[in-house]
């Protein structure tokens, strides 16, 4: 039963967000445009600073390297679908 709902649950709240962004798509060019501008930093900060924690997502956590581009590497090797989850 929890295996289906884990599927089903995130499909919900696509839906969800497709729908609330449908609005979007009525508003004036140059609104709508500062509007996805802005909504697409503060998602990238948001990745940014939770997986920096290493305290949510990923089973495998991203660690400090020999050089710039593997501490690179390492953070952004996230795990679409991790091999242990919170309901398995």
Same mark, same amino acid.
């Given at each position: +039963?929890?295996?289906?709902?884990?599927?089903?649950?995130? &499909?919900?709240?696509? +839906? +969800?967000?497709?729908?609330?962004?449908?609005?979007?798509?009525?508003?004036?060019?140059?609104?709508?445009?500062?509007?996805?501008?802005?909504?697409? &930093?503060?998602?990238?900060?948001?990745?940014?600073? @939770?997986?920096?924690?290493?305290?949510?997502?990923?089973?495998?956590? &991203?660690?400090?390297?020999?050089?710039?581009? !593997?501490?690179? +590497?390492?953070? @952004?090797?996230?795990?679409?679908?991790?091999?242990?989850? !919170?309901?398995?």
């Amino acid at each position: +039963m929890v295996g289906s709902l884990y599927l089903i649950v995130p &499909w919900v709240g696509v +839906m +969800m967000a497709g729908y609330a962004a449908g609005e979007l798509l009525t508003w004036a060019p140059a609104r709508r445009r500062r509007t996805l501008v802005r909504l697409g &930093w503060v998602s990238t900060a948001g990745f940014v600073l @939770l997986s920096a924690s290493n305290l949510y997502g990923d089973p495998s956590p &991203w660690s400090h390297r020999a050089s710039a581009l !593997f501490n690179l +590497m390492s953070f @952004l090797n996230c795990t679409k679908y991790p091999h242990r989850s !919170f309901f398995c």
